[in-house]
């Protein structure tokens, strides 16, 4: 390979831990840098450095992000107790992924990759269901209370001159269970904006679900926000790209979603994606063959694979034994994110690039060469298991042939 690709502007790149760290490494030798003049500014967010910094290179690396507007993310610890003593940590360091999300106001987005062989549980599933989650509020930012002997709950809200505002809740005769729910009108508003953006870049319809029937006034807001911010803002954009936005009542949505072929982007409250968005990886087949991208409403994303570190396989690795990791989730995080850098820098050598990557990875595995979680699930009658490098290897067979 004589010229390689060039790059403008550097991709933010966060690397991670265990198993997933070895393959990002190996991706970037086997499949990138032999094509492209790869630029990154990288940030090590492996638990280790995460350690060393207090957490300081998480917070610097979504800054980056928010500089130059594309990262992408390798799967991270969250530490747990069994972390603390493993790593020896100095704090119980919080998720990574959620200081980079709170810091970019964003949208989680998370597509299956769908290959022959590998079908749904739901055979009508021919097309990928893009499942966003609001990740603000509701029942994870509740505050909640056990009372007992009887009693009486209130909603009381204080405005800003001191003024309350009451409204019963129970009068409890006996034991029972109390829960306060909130939600804010500008985060709503960006996690609409945020969904009416990824339809546009994906030219896919928007389904939204809430349960406005039953509650007339929480529920009923993000009906409404929804609607304002496409009315005013996204309906003509949408109607020049012939795609929809639709709502629907929830239990409406999940019957639909059922019945569908797929090909669209369902935004989802905080519960209902968090719930959702497990059935759908599960219905489709394998969570190693799931993308994620986190997208900001001021149009800054992030790519990652949405499985974890795959520890179990590292500590295979670390013994020296070989491992079959499947590394298709974390390939697409590169060439999405390549694919982004290269649509913004008006790159179109990139783009190309990003999409034969894609397109070697499926053929891969629909040729019949695929890591021991797929051959597992695959119909295709004859199939080889190969391990983690290998199928990087027979990948990048196909790569060097539409490369050419
Ligand atoms: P995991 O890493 O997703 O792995 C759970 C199991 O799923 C694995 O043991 C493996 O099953 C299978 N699996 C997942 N990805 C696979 C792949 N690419 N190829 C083949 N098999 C795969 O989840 P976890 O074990 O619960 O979490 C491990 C660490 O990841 C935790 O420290 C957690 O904090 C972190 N995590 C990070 C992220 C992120 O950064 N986005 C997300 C989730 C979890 P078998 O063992 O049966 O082969
Ligand atoms: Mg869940």
New binding site residues.
């Given amino acids: 390979m004589s010229d390689k690709i060039l790059m403008k502007t550097p991709l933010v790149e966060m690397d991670?831990d265990e198993m997933t760290r070895i393959i990002w490494q190996m991706i970037k030798d086997i499949l990138l840098t032999p094509y492209i003049d790869l630029k990154t500014e990288y940030y090590d967010l492996g638990l280790v450095h995460r350690n060393e910094t207090n957490d300081q290179v998480t917070f610097d690396s979504a800054e980056a992000t928010k500089k130059y507007g594309v990262a992408v993310k390798c799967?991270?610890?969250?530490p747990n107790a069994a972390?603390m003593s493993e790593y020896n940590l100095k704090e119980m360091w919080k998720s990574p992924?959620g200081t980079i999300r709170a810091i970019l106001d964003g949208t989680v987005f998370r597509t299956p990759i769908l290959v022959k062989g590998i079908t749904p549980y739901i055979p009508t599933w021919t097309k990928p269901i893009t499942i966003a989650r609001h990740a603000y509020g509701d029942v994870y930012k509740n505050v909640e209370m056990q009372v007992a002997g009887g009693g009486k709950a209130e909603l009381v809200y204080t405005d800003k001159d001191g003024n309350e505002t009451r409204e019963l809740i129970h009068e409890f005769k006996g034991d029972g269970i109390i829960q306060g729910l909130h939600n804010r009108d500008d985060s709503i508003g960006s996690f609409a904006r945020a969904c009416f953006n990824f339809a546009l870049d994906m030219k896919q319809d928007v389904w939204f679900a809430t349960k406005d029937t039953i509650s007339k006034k929480y529920d009923h807001r993000f009906k409404d926000i929804f609607q304002e911010i496409y009315d005013n803002e996204y309906k003509e954009k949408f109607e020049k790209e012939g795609i929809e936005y639709f709502y629907t009542l929830i239990d409406d949505a999940v019957a639909r979603v059922i019945r569908s072929e797929g090909g669209y982007i369902w935004a989802c409250k905080n519960y209902d994606g968090d719930v959702m968005s497990d059935m759908v990886a599960t219905a489709y087949g394998s969570?190693?063959m799931m993308t994620s991208v986190l997208v900001s409403p001021d149009g800054i994303y992030e790519y990652?694979a949405a499985?974890?570190?795959?520890?179990?396989?590292y500590y295979k690795h670390l013994k020296g034994e070989k491992t079959s990791?499947?590394s298709v989730?974390t390939i697409f995080a590169w060439s999405g994110a390549l694919k982004k850098r290269g649509e913004l820098d008006e790159l179109p050598k990139l783009v190309k690039f990003a999409e034969n990557l894609e397109k070697a990875t499926i053929q891969t595995i629909e040729e019949g060469v695929m890591?021991g979680?797929l051959a597992l699930l695959s119909t295709l009658e004859n199939k080889k298991k190969v391990d983690t490098e290998e199928f990087l290897v027979e990948v990048n067979k196909r790569l060097a042939e539409l490369m050419k």
């Avoid at 799967?75 to 969250?78: D, G, V």
């Fill in positions: 991670g799967a991270t610890i969250t972390r992924n969570l190693a990652e499985h974890g570190t795959v520890q179990r396989h990791t499947n989730a890591t979680d």
